[in-house]
């Protein structure tokens, strides 16, 4: 039998496990539309979800956290995304199979997301995966969010394995940095939300995930 090179798989979520960017194009679009501004493709959306709704309202609607009418705008997106958030989100393709893989192998797997709570427990209701996730810790789970790495120790903690035996797939900087930071093996998904002018290698990854298959050989070589 083929033999898993870690005792853990923990994945970030947007962008690495799941792709939520048309989800998230569908609730933008929706509140550009009221404010009368300019529609936004959803290609040009995955390059500002890593930061979340704070990214997305700066820079589409031109709105720092300064601006009186910021946090306003930011819970009107955030209203329409709950109502949206999966509509049109599925797992990468590869994803459910590398997860059968690892529940057929008995290799805890979970996610590490600085996703709220409220979001990521709704999307993982509506997702079809090969199993629910063993651990899964969002920002209201920690008091410091990636890139520290204690919500990497506490996923690790709560499967009881230790952190240098886990790997941490993640499609941002702060993903490596929180995995390397914990001490566990990190992988850069390239496949996921990478902004335009990002240079993958300076992340320092132990390994580059170009496509979601390439997950498959690195965690069973």
């Not at 209203?79 to 049109?88: G, K, P």
């Not at 990468?92 to 979001?119: R, S």
Request: neutral net charge.
């Amino acid at each position: 039998m083929m033999k898993a090179r870690f005792e853990a798989v923990l994945f970030d979520l947007d962008g690495t496990l799941l792709d939520t960017a048309p989800d998230f194009a569908t609730a933008t679009n929706i509140l550009l539309r009221q404010k009368k501004l300019p529609q936004i493709k959803e290609q040009d959306i995955r390059t500002l979800i890593s930061d979340g709704s704070a990214g997305i309202i700066s820079k589409l609607f031109a709105i720092n956290s300064s601006n009186p009418q910021y946090e306003k705008t930011r819970q009107e997106l955030l209203n329409l995304y709950s109502r949206h958030l999966a509509d049109q989100t599925l797992p990468f393709k590869g994803l459910v199979e590398i997860l059968k893989k690892l529940d057929a192998h008995d290799i805890p797997w979970g996610i590490v997301t600085n996703k709220p709570e409220i979001y990521t427990n709704s999307i993982l209701k509506k997702i079809d995966l090969a199993s629910y996730p063993k651990v899964v810790v969002c920002p209201d789970h920690v008091r410091l969010t990636k890139p520290n790495p204690e919500p990497i120790i506490l996923a690790c903690n709560k499967l009881g394995i230790k952190p240098e035996n886990t790997v941490y797939i993640g499609d941002h900087i702060r993903d490596i940095q929180a995995g390397a930071n914990a001490g566990a093996v990190t992988i850069a998904a390239a496949y996921g939300y990478i902004e335009k002018y990002d240079d993958i290698s300076k992340w320092h990854a132990n390994f580059i995930a170009n496509q979601p298959g390439d997950l498959l050989k690195l965690i069973f070589p």
